[in-house]
């Protein structure tokens, strides 16, 4: 496909239908589908901020990519908007209370300043998570009331590593709730 084709297709209208689900009922098929648990962070000048997020999906190992989406509502949107670089943080549940706090709306994230500390090229990282991965973003998306973010893969670190066919404890949101994984929710090799 040539570049201008594929910005056509970036740029064209949104598609208008009919019908769609309601917010409920699209809501109510996701709740039912867990997700893994993140915590993004990113400073884009303006101080640091944090969000947890269940969208983190990677996209491609070579080159490695992933993407995450960034509701507008959410009160890290501005800067998601803005930074050039971000951390992901790839939790299990160990890492229960950084991704309640991702997720407690009105609150000063990074205030327990010993939980935190920012990379030498300045993006605010917190420390003994499962996994980190700094990104540099490479494209945005609107989507609804949501961004798509795309980011490439820097650099990381992995503290907790699991070993191929091992449960580990991977922590994910399932119908508004948190729970672990492990042996007991097993059902096939």
Same mark, same amino acid.
């Given at each position: 496909?040539?570049?201008?084709?594929?910005?056509?297709?970036?740029?064209?209208?949104p598609? +208008? #239908?009919? *019908?769609?689900l309601?917010?409920?009922? #699209?809501?109510?098929? #996701?709740?039912?589908?867990?997700?893994?648990v993140?915590?993004?962070?990113a400073?884009?000048?303006d101080?640091?901020v944090a969000?947890?997020?269940?969208?983190? *999906? *990677?996209?491609s190992?070579?080159?490695?990519?992933?993407? #995450?989406s960034v509701?507008?509502q959410?009160?890290?949107?501005?800067?998601? &908007? &803005?930074?050039?670089?971000?951390?992901v943080?790839?939790?299990?549940?160990?890492?229960? @209370?950084?991704?309640?706090?991702?997720?407690t709306?009105?609150?000063?994230?990074f205030?327990?300043t +010993?939980?935190?500390?920012?990379l030498?090229?300045?993006?605010?990282?917190?420390?003994?998570?499962?996994a980190?991965?700094?990104?540099?973003?490479?494209?945005?998306?609107d989507?609804?009331?949501s961004?798509?973010?795309?980011?490439?893969a820097?650099?990381?670190?992995? @503290?907790?590593?699991?070993?191929?066919g091992? +449960?580990?404890?991977?922590?994910?949101? +399932?119908?508004?709730t948190?729970h672990?994984?492990? @042996?007991? *929710?097993?059902?096939?090799?």
């Open positions: 496909m040539s570049t201008s084709a594929s910005a056509s297709h970036i740029d064209a209208p598609h +208008h #239908f009919a *019908s769609s309601s917010a409920d009922d #699209f809501k109510a098929l #996701f709740r039912g589908h867990p997700g893994g993140a915590v993004i962070t400073d884009a000048g101080g640091p969000l947890t997020a269940t969208s983190v *999906s *990677s996209v190992a070579e080159p490695p990519l992933l993407i #995450f509701s507008a959410s009160s890290a949107s501005p800067v998601l &908007a &803005a930074a050039e670089t971000v951390v943080h790839l939790l299990d549940a160990n890492d229960l @209370e950084i991704a309640q706090l991702g997720a709306s009105g609150i000063d994230r205030a327990e +010993h939980r935190w500390s920012r030498v090229t300045g993006e605010p990282v917190y420390h003994d998570v499962r980190w991965v700094r990104c540099a973003v490479i494209g945005r998306m989507a609804g009331g961004t798509v973010i795309a980011a490439h820097l650099q990381s670190q992995l @503290e907790r590593d699991v070993d191929p091992e +449960h580990g404890d991977a922590l994910v949101y +399932h119908n508004r948190w672990r994984l492990g @042996e007991h *929710s097993r059902i096939a090799p």
